[in-house]
């Protein structure tokens, strides 16, 4: 699964993956007013309105991308509904052959964390038969409880040739508040993305491992330093776009054969039809609006890819 | 909701949860057969022996205990199936008045972290309704990506006067790893238990705080050190019983007011029945064993907080 993800991303020119993270809000007034006349404002409303929105994204992008990443939370939230909304999307976008990396990240310990791994990437046995619950192709998860937490997900990873990201040092503001913390005179983050070395040299795909990590595209500096504690990993990059993040920023998230790191934006595209920039598609035409994003991310990463060479 | 719970353990002196963490190894064959019988091997099959296998566990116990922790983990594998089982458990516990810790070991960022608090603890607006998807009391939460992981579970717990607890020093044997590195001379565990108290500081029931930690029975000297960090939260203490932990070494984990700790016990309570001590129940009266095993466990935790009293 990691060769086809660098396969892929090869043969798209686009090392990205669109989040698919819908919020309510984000979705088009004629989506929302269809779902809820048949199904009320209900939860089953809401999951109806969140399925066929994404539908119209992955239709729309499916053949310029090699990956998408659906947040799980956003699901979640809708609960027992939203979550069929989500195994619904996993499903549509394997036919459309598209990796899925299940934005979860989940942690835990010993049976625990096997039993998320069974879920999201494995096969659960009950009596004689077995069952794929979720089944992204690889999922992210927290590193904090350490060896006992990710060891569970890396032997499922093993068996399904599937994999995982590990959160290293996240987009967001305040995650320096642990993970900068400076540990004999490295931080923390440091540290992590050397067990993300050491994790990932148990399961190797031809050049790269099914062991990657999360790094955000908010910290260039940190992605350069990480870059190369962790050279047989894939690096999967939140924060490009709404978050801040701009093609430039990336290029020492890649390494000098092009591959080794996986963009992510979300909302940059999925609500794309909201911005100025493309707002002359109109909410109608939301999909179109999301495509024409995903073009120009292509543009902004592999010009500044290029750029470089 | 932390007031309720410091009453219950009052008035039960029981500190403690049934950790309601199903392995369908655990379940009795007489429960699986039928539901076999009814749903096939199937994940509605699996889900159902769950589901029969919990709410025995929970009549013959419900009386004695303040709480439930139920892992989602157990039920997250089987799927949709699954997560209607973890919902129907949570629902009946609240029947029972039990109050339910969702050991859920969420966390990401705004609006993501909102959403999972949202779908936990919090009501979904869709359209002019609203909805409470899972709708524990508690929720475990990883503190690994900072405040900004935190602050929307506390923003939602305040709406709903709810609760978390904080992942600080987790009960496995590598929980070392990354949370015992010295940092400025104090391990991380420490930093992060400071922060503990700092965001419980902001959600404050009458004499304890709606924000708790997590700290395993397994490091009880830790656990008299982060008592003294964060003295207004309450800690919940895996790795009891199975895992290792014994009464004589939770006393630290306690204030002197008898409160502050409620300790958790799965397996050694869920599958008691498998047990050398509590084998003459057998397999048919399980649910008699686990409150056999409930009652030694209340004894064994009373008797060592009395002995230093």
Request: hydrophobic letters at 40%.
């Amino acid at each position: 699964m990691i060769q086809k993800l660098a396969d892929k991303i090869k043969k798209t020119h686009a090392p990205i993956c669109v989040g698919l993270d819908p919020m309510l809000n984000y979705i088009p007034e004629h989506i929302l007013k269809k779902a809820f006349a048949e199904y009320g404002e209900t939860l089953e409303g809401a999951a109806e309105a969140i399925w066929q929105y994404n539908k119209g994204i992955i239709d729309a992008t499916y053949d310029l991308i090699p990956s998408v990443k659906p947040q799980i939370a956003m699901y979640e939230q809708f609960g027992i509904e939203g979550l069929k909304a989500f195994k619904k999307t996993v499903d549509y976008c394997h036919e459309k052959d598209l990796i899925v990396i299940g934005d979860v990240k989940r942690g835990d310990i010993g049976s625990t964390s096997a039993a998320y791994a069974t879920g999201h990437l494995g096969k659960v046995t009950v009596g004689s038969k077995t069952y794929a619950a979720f089944d992204e192709d690889f999922a992210t998860v927290n590193p904090y409880l350490g060896t006992d937490g990710i060891k569970p997900f890396i032997d499922v990873c093993k068996e399904e040739k599937k994999g995982i990201f590990i959160l290293v040092k996240t987009s967001n503001p305040s995650s320096g508040e642990f993970q900068d913390r400076l540990i004999d005179g490295r931080p923390l983050y440091e540290w992590v993305g050397e067990k993300v070395a050491e994790w990932g040299a148990d399961h190797m795909g031809d050049t790269y491992s099914y062991v990657g990590a999360v790094v955000g595209a908010t910290y260039p500096e940190m992605g350069k330093v990480l870059r190369k504690v962790m050279p047989k990993s894939f690096i999967l990059v939140p924060g490009y776009g709404a978050q801040g993040g701009k093609g430039a920023d990336l290029v020492h998230f890649f390494n000098e054969d092009g591959l080794g790191a996986v963009v992510n934006s979300s909302r940059g595209i999925i609500a794309a039809y909201k911005q100025e920039k493309y707002a002359k598609f109109g909410s109608e035409n939301y999909a179109d609006a999301s495509r024409a994003a995903v073009e120009d991310m292509i543009a902004d990463i592999d010009g500044a890819l290029n750029a470089v060479k």
